[in-house]
């Protein structure tokens, strides 16, 4: 069955949401944001009665709009705005370089920002983009059975989400040989 880890389970019913609810978290938390609910109870409820959404759906949905940070209120490019905020600004331009780079691997390229990392996605998660200090982007990468070497390094503890990490700092890090691995992540995908 694979990985059936509550992230994993959660990650399954976020991919989808679109397809069983008609709208895609996104849509459903700009929908809540226009609301004024005090209990997740209130939300899981409303979501039901008055949108039809099984309970499932609209616990996890009520779950993401009251979490700050996993999608709730401020979701999305704030999220990105937030990571490269203060001291980790001077990354930013390598996080838009490796977005751009990825953005031309075809339209079902899902960028989806978290509180401290930025998940690059397909089918599933192949690669996240996080600022870790105020000098250093790094991109975790999944290229599993993919042996370390140089740059690429194991993830070790960095994420357990991805299998390998290249360290970046600066936008000249975002070279041919950091497109390809990413490429190859994508392709798995």
Known sequence: MGNTSPEAATQT?????????????????????????????EIVNWL????????GFANLI????RA??????GAGGDL????????KAALRPIYESIV???GGFGKDVEIAPKKTYVSLRRNKQF????????DRLDVGINLKGKMPAGRLEASGSFNAMVSHRVRLTNKSD??????????EAFDAA
């Open 13 to 41: 019913m976020l991919d989808n949401l679109p397809e069983k609810t008609g709208k895609s978290l996104q849509q459903w938390l700009k929908i809540l944001g226009r609301q004024s609910f005090a209990k997740h109870g």
């Open 48 to 55: 039901k009665s008055e949108h039809g959404v099984t309970h």
């Open 62 to 65: 009520a779950h993401m709009h």
């Open 68 to 73: 700050p940070g996993a999608g709730g209120p």
């Open 80 to 87: 990105v705005d937030a990571q490269y905020r203060g001291a």
């Open 100 to 102: 751009k780079v990825v």
């Open 127 to 134: 690669a996240l983009i996080q600022p870790s200090t105020k």
């Open 174 to 183: 975002v070279d041919g040989e950091l497109k390809r691995w990413l490429r």
